[in-house]
């Protein structure tokens, strides 16, 4: 098992533009989630998905947020009409049902850049 | 709501001194605790956890013990090396669906 996969590991965008970032998790793990991470800040709950179930989505993600888990494996964030307040570390978990006691695997993030 | 309070960084220690991180949580329920450290241009690892009162979580020489009466974390190490710069997170495991809720981190940067 290779860990959490995230791509790309870097992005760099066009205010207005969108974008879209990809999660692999680990292949067992049929918890997902997605954080945002801000310079100087701990990462913040955006989303988690049980299987390909949305459970959870924070006040964070506005509507122009979009998540996705087609078939409880790999998940999508995308993010319409970027803003440079959206520049930030996008991060994806994994666990376990248990993950509450054995904790979460992430991944090495997306870096969003807007310009 | 639940939240996670952690010191304020950057720490700068010399090699092989003492380490001490506060970490003190507001939780309803009885919440798992976890310390994560994230090195330069890298993800989060996880670095250890206690997932009841008093239990006492280690890894790498770090430890932290659960102290329900205090509600707090603290991580600490009896000698630091160069290696363990990086930021330290102290989260918990709160929310409906178990959801990690972080402090804000601390830098910690050791010298040799």
């Known amino acids: 098992d290779t860990g959490v996969s995230q791509d790309p590991r870097h992005k760099i965008t066009k205010r207005g533009q969108n974008v879209t970032f990809r999660c692999d998790p680990i292949?067992?793990?049929?918890?997902l989630y997605w954080y945002r991470q801000t310079l100087g800040q701990g990462p913040e709950f955006l989303t988690y998905?049980?299987?390909?179930?949305?459970?959870?989505k924070s006040r964070l993600l506005s509507d122009r947020f979009s998540a996705e888990r087609p078939k409880g494996s790999f998940s999508t964030l995308e993010i319409q009409r970027t803003e440079q307040g959206d520049s930030a570390m996008y991060l994806c978990?994994?666990?376990?049902?248990?993950?509450?006691?054995?904790?979460?695997?992430f991944g090495s993030g997306t870096r969003l850049t807007v310009v | 709501g639940d939240s996670v309070t952690q010191m304020e960084g950057p720490v700068t220690l010399s090699e092989e001194a003492f380490l001490t991180i506060n970490c003190t949580y507001t939780?309803?329920?009885?919440?798992?605790l976890f310390w994560y450290v994230q090195y330069p241009g890298e993800g989060l690892q996880l670095l250890l956890k206690?997932?009841?009162?008093?239990d006492k979580g280690s890894n790498k020489g770090f430890e932290a013990t659960y102290r329900k009466e205090t509600t707090s974390f603290h991580l600490e190490k009896g000698s630091v090396q160069v290696s363990d710069s990086a930021v330290y997170f102290c989260?918990?495991?709160?929310?409906?669906?178990?959801?990690?809720?972080f402090g804000k981190g601390t830098k910690l940067s050791v010298k040799p």
């Open positions: 206690a997932t009841k009162a008093d």
């Open positions: 292949s067992e793990h049929n918890r």
């Open positions: 998905f049980q299987n390909e179930a949305q459970l959870e």
């Open positions: 978990a994994s666990s376990s049902a248990s993950g509450r006691n054995y904790g979460y695997t």
């Open positions: 989260a918990l495991s709160g929310g409906s669906q178990g959801n990690l809720i």
């Open positions: 939780a309803t329920g009885y919440p798992s």
